[in-house]
């Protein structure tokens, strides 16, 4: 699903939205969480899961093409752990996904 999606499903379920509040509902969202991570926070929406940020400490790298060795610098990148909700939803419809199809992945 892209944020195009995102909104047109946010515009489609709420009549009363017009495609430009969606979209600028859905920007906002978006807006605020990037924020919040930029600025250390955590995220935590129940049932679906959490946002944090995590180190990647400094480390010695290769240059794939010359071979010779790269100092890579420390990294803060964002981390999203799913909740037992969504997991559990996952898991149920993938696995009733997978129960119509036979051995080799076709249809039944």
Request: avoid cysteine; glycine fraction near 8%.
């Amino acid at each position: 699903m892209t944020r195009s999606d995102l909104v047109e499903e946010l515009a489609a379920r709420f009549a009363q939205l017009t495609h430009r509040d969606a979209e600028y509902a859905v920007k906002t969202i978006l807006d605020a969480m990037s924020d919040a991570l930029v600025r250390g926070h955590r995220i935590e929406i129940r049932g679906f899961g959490s946002f944090s940020v995590n180190r990647r400490p400094p480390r010695i790298g290769r240059n794939p093409r010359s071979g010779e060795s790269v100092q890579i610098p420390e990294k803060r990148v964002p981390h999203f752990k799913p909740g037992k909700a969504l997991r559990e939803a996952v898991d149920a419809k993938t696995a009733e996904l997978d129960a119509g199809k036979d051995a080799k992945g076709h249809k039944a």
